[in-house]
């Protein structure tokens, strides 16, 4: 949900605030969970551990598997149905402007990230060269379908001339 990162900050916030919890503690707390709002901005070590830890699944073999779960997730709780271009083009932009933040996710998960980004890529231009085509056989068929048009309208007009020279109208 849209600002979810705020209600958890605020939920986070009175739960501790109520179990006497250290005041600068509550505030790295909220922190943490505010800095995984998107785009994310960690402070400190802390912040960039969560905010990786958010988005580790990018970086997964098993990516495109979460990817189709949040995809039907989004369709179902938020009524956001996506073409298949538009899912891939989406996937691309976010896995190209979403960076690891430590060294440590950097290392372990940046080149399986990578290999994600290719596959997102190559089904793109697949899905991309089949609409293509695709278009091309509707405007050949449009095409087709207006010569044919052009063609009998021409045919009708020669009948109508050759009985106007036999003086039939």
């Given at each position: 949900?849209?600002?979810?990162?705020?209600?958890?900050?605020?939920?986070?916030?009175a739960?501790?605030?109520?179990?006497?919890?250290?005041?600068?503690?509550?505030?790295q707390?909220?922190?943490?969970?505010?800095?995984?709002?998107?785009?994310?901005?960690?402070?400190?070590?802390?912040?960039?551990?969560?905010?990786?830890a958010?988005?580790?699944?990018?970086?997964?073999?098993?990516?495109f598997?979460?990817?189709?779960?949040?995809?039907?997730?989004?369709d179902?709780?938020?009524?956001?149905a996506?073409?298949?271009?538009?899912?891939?083009?989406?996937n691309?932009?976010f896995?190209?402007?979403?960076?690891?933040?430590?060294?440590?996710a950097?290392l372990?998960?940046?080149?399986?990230?990578?290999?994600?980004?290719?596959?997102?890529?190559?089904a793109?231009?697949?899905?991309?060269a089949?609409?293509?085509?695709?278009?091309?056989k509707?405007a050949?068929?449009?095409?087709?379908?207006?010569?044919?048009k052009a063609?009998?309208k021409?045919?009708?007009?020669?009948?109508?001339?050759?009985?106007k020279?036999?003086?039939?109208e």
């Amino acid at each position: 949900c849209q600002g979810h990162e705020e209600k958890s900050a605020e939920f986070a916030t009175a739960f501790l605030k109520e179990h006497g919890y250290d005041e600068e503690k509550i505030r790295q707390v909220a922190g943490c969970i505010l800095a995984t709002k998107l785009p994310q901005s960690p402070k400190n070590l802390l912040e960039e551990v969560l905010c990786d830890a958010d988005m580790v699944h990018l970086g997964r073999k098993n990516y495109f598997e979460k990817c189709g779960l949040l995809r039907i997730e989004w369709d179902i709780v938020h009524g956001k149905a996506f073409s298949e271009r538009e899912w891939l083009k989406l996937n691309v932009e976010f896995l190209t402007r979403q960076p690891y933040f430590t060294r440590y996710a950097q290392l372990s998960y940046n080149a399986t990230r990578s290999e994600n980004l290719i596959h997102l890529y190559d089904a793109l231009k697949i899905v991309e060269a089949e609409q293509q085509a695709k278009a091309e056989k509707k405007a050949k068929k449009s095409e087709k379908k207006s010569e044919k048009k052009a063609e009998e309208k021409a045919k009708k007009a020669l009948r109508k001339a050759k009985e106007k020279e036999r003086g039939i109208e």
